[in-house]
C-alpha cells in the first residue's frame, strides 16, 4: 500500500487538510499535555490488557506520566506492561518529547493514584464502571476548568498536543460513541492483538440499558453521555481542546477514544475544528481489528496523521511486540512523535525515535 | 525623591541590571504564575490581618487564584479583605493580566481550601504554626517536582512572572531568614499600616527555639530552615525559579517575603540568580515600617524593580487605602502590573491600570 507522507508522517485521512495542518505546525514548539484518569470499567475481567491485574492497571496513568515527567516510573518499579510483558507507548512519547525538547503539562480528569510528580489538577474523581450507568461525576465542572487551562495554555504555547492515559478507554469511548448516535461497533481498537469487541459491546448495553439510554439519544448531550456511560479522561481532554483550539492548533494524540472526544468536543463548539487533527501511530490506522477512519469520518471532516513507526528491526522482542498487534497506541505516542518529526522538519525521523525508544527500553524494562 | 523610571517602572535597586532585565523582557511573552499555601502561623491573633477573621482567612489564597482564573471569587462571596474591607491586590493582578493578556498557572505548594478553578498539584500539605519548630513537610518533594514545573514551563513561556498568595507570609518569611542568617528583623513588611515587628519577632523566636535553631544555623540548609519554620509556598516558589531561570528571565513578584525564596534559590544554585529580578509595588519600596532593600542585598545583587501605582485619586476610598499602607503588595500585583507596562512597551501605563482596577473593583467590590 503507498500512501502519501511527508517526513516520516503518513497523512492517513483527509490528505489536503492534514499536509495543510502539518505544514502549520512545522518548526513550532508544541506543548505535550497528558491527561488521565481512571475507570472501574478497566477491572472487567477479559476487557483490556487492565484486566488480568486489575489492581496494578490503576497505577499505570501515574506511572505513565512520571516516566514522561522524571525519566522513570516512581510508583511502580520498572514501567507499565502488559499481561504479556510488552511496555508501555510512554517509551515512545519520552522518547519524543526528549528528542524535541518538548515540554509537558500532565492533566488529571480523575484519578484513583496520583501521579508522584507535578500535575494540573481540575478536582475530578475517578470514574465508575459504566455498567451502573453512573460513570463520571461532576463532567460540566471538569470540562469548564479543563477550558479555562486550555485558554491559558494556548496564550503560551504555539500549539498543543494532548494525549492521554486511561486503561479501559476504548469501552467508554464505545458507551460515548453509542450514546451519541456514532456507530462503533467493531470500530474500536484494543492494546490486544484479539479484540473483545462482543464485551465491549455487552458492557456498553448493560451501561446503556443500566442509566435508560438508547443508541443516539445524548446527540447533543455530551455531558450526560459521559457522565452515564463514560470516563473522566473524556472532559478533561474536551475542554482542554474547546479552550485552546480557538487561538491555536491542537494536535489530538491517540486512537480511536478520541472519537468519543471529539464527539463531544464537536456538540459544544463546531468553530474550532478547523484548528484539530488527530495524530496517532502506524499501528492504529493499519488496525484490521479496529477503524479509527470510520469513527472519525462520522463525526468530523478532520485530518487524520500518523506515525509512521516501525518497530519490526529493533533489538528487543518488547518493541517487535508492536507490530504483531500489541499496546499500538496510548499516551500520546503518535501525536508526539509526529511533533517531534514537525518541529525537526523531518530530521527526527522514526528510525531516530526507535533508537531513543530502545536506548529508554534498554534503560528501564530491559 | 526622583527615581529613574523606564516607562512607569522604578528602577528601585541596582538600576543598571534593573534596566537590562526590563529591555530583556520588552515586548515578550510571559506567564503568569500565582503560588498558593496556607499556614497556621496566619491565625496567630494579631500577627496579620489575617488574624482577626483567621477561618475566613484560610479561603484567602483559593479566591485570589479563583478571581485570576474565573474573573471572579468562587469559595468565597465578593473577594477576600482585610477586616477594615480593603479589598485584595488580585483585583490589580487580574486587571494587569487581562489588559496585556497574559495567560495563568496556579500553583499549590500546599493549601488548606483548595481553588475551585484548575491548579498545579504539587503533592503538599498547608503548614503548621511555626511557634512548633514544625512547618513545612515533604520540603525537599515539593521543591523537587516545582523545579520539574519550572522546567518544562520555561521551554513554552518567554519569561516567567511568579506570584505568591499566603497569609501569613511574612512571619514565616521572617522566621527563614533568621534561620539562614539573614538580619530580618524590623525589615519584613504588613498588609497592616501598622506593621507588628515586635509579635513577628517573638514568633520567630519561639519557632527557632522549638526547633533548637540558632540565628543563621542553617544557612546552607534551606530544606530544613522552610520545614521548621518557614511555609509551603517558599519550597514551590523557590524550585519554580530554580527550574525556570535556567533558559529564561524570572521576574519574582511580591514584598519581603521574597527574601526568604530567594534566600533559599541561591543556597541551591547561585548561577541562577543572573536571570532573575524582584518586582514590587511603590507602596512596598515606600514603605517606611520595612525594608525590601536591607533583605535583597544581604543576599543577592539582583534588580527591584517596583510598578509606579498610584490609587490616591481613585475613585473608591478601599483602593485610595493602599496609600495609606493597607495591603501593599500581593499576588504578585506589582509584578504583573510591571509586565503588562513592558509587553505593551509602556502603552499600558499606571493610569490605564488604575482605570481597569477600578473597573474590577465596581464590579466585584462596590
Known amino acids: 500500500m503507498t500512501r502519501k507522507k511527508i517526513y516520516d508522517v503518513i497523512l492517513a485521512h483527509e490528505e489536503g487538510r492534514g499536509e495543510a495542518f502539518l505544514k502549520r ?5 508544541p506543548l505535550f499535555v497528558c491527561v488521565i484518569g481512571n475507570t472501574e470499567t478497566a477491572k472487567i475481567p477479559g476487557l483490556s490488557a ?16 512520571e516516566l514522561l515527567l522524571l525519566g522513570s516510573c516512581k510508583c511502580i518499579k520498572g514501567v507499565p506492561v502488559t499481561p504479556e ?4 507507548p510512554a517509551l515512545i512519547t ?10 509537558t503539562l500532565v492533566v488529571s480528569g480523575g484519578v484513583k493514584i496520583k501521579p508522584l510528580a507535578p500535575y494540573l489538577e481540575l478536582g475530578g474523581r475517578a470514574g465508575g464502571d459504566i455498567r451502573t450507568g453512573k460513570a463520571v461525576e461532576d463532567a460540566e ?6 477550558k479555562i487551562a486550555g485558554e491559558n495554555l494556548s496564550k503560551v504555547a504555539e500549539y498543543l498536543v494532548v494525549g492521554e492515559s ?3 478507554g476504548t469501552t467508554t469511548a464505545l458507551g460515548v460513541l453509542s450514546a451519541m448516535g456514532i456507530d462503533a461497533k467493531g470500530k474500536v481498537s484494543s492494546s490486544m492483538p484479539s479484540n473483545p469487541h462482543h464485551l465491549k459491546m455487552k458492557v456498553v448495553e448493560e451501561g446503556l440499558r443500566a442509566a435508560k439510554i438508547e443508541f443516539g439519544a445524548l446527540a447533543s448531550n455530551p455531558l450526560k453521555a459521559v457522565s452515564c456511560v463514560g470516563d473522566p479522561m473524556m472532559t478533561a481532554f474536551a475542554g ?12 489530538m494524540a491517540g486512537g480511536t477514544q478520541l472519537g468519543a472526544v471529539l464527539a463531544v468536543v464537536k456538540a459544544f463548539d463546531r468553530s474550532v475544528l478547523d484548528n484539530v487533527a488527530v495524530g496517532t501511530t502506524r499501528w492504529i490506522i493499519e488496525d484490521k481489528s479496529a477503524d479509527l477512519k470510520g469513527i472519525i469520518a ?5 485530518p487524520i496523521l500518523a506515525a509512521d513507526l516501525d518497530f519490526s528491526c529493533s533489538r528487543f522482542d518488547g518493541l517487535r511486540a508492536y507490530e504483531r498487534g500489541f499496546v499500538k497506541e496510548g499516551v500520546g505516542a503518535g501525536g508526539a512523535a509526529i511533533a517531534a518529526v514537525a518541529k525537526s522538519k523531518g530530521a527526527i525521523t522514526t528510525a531516530v525515535l526507535l533508537e531513543g525508544v530502545e536506548r529508554n527500553y534498554e534503560l528501564l524494562v530491559a
Open 298 to 302: 462520522q463525526i468530523a471532516n478532520i
Open 141 to 146: 465542572e471538569i470540562l469548564l476548568r479543563a
Open 94 to 103: 519520552k522518547s519524543a518529547l526528549r528528542l524535541a525538547d518538548i515540554p
Open 240 to 251: 482542554l481542546v474547546l479552550g485552546a483550539a480557538r487561538r491555536v492548533p491542537v494536535l
Open 25 to 29: 505546525i512545522e518548526g513550532k514548539k
Open 50 to 65: 487492565a484486566g488480568r491485574y486489575p489492581e496494578l492497571t490503576e497505577f499505570t496513568p501515574a506511572a505513565d506520566v
Open 85 to 88: 510483558g510488552i511496555p508501555t
Open 166 to 168: 486511561i486503561p479501559g
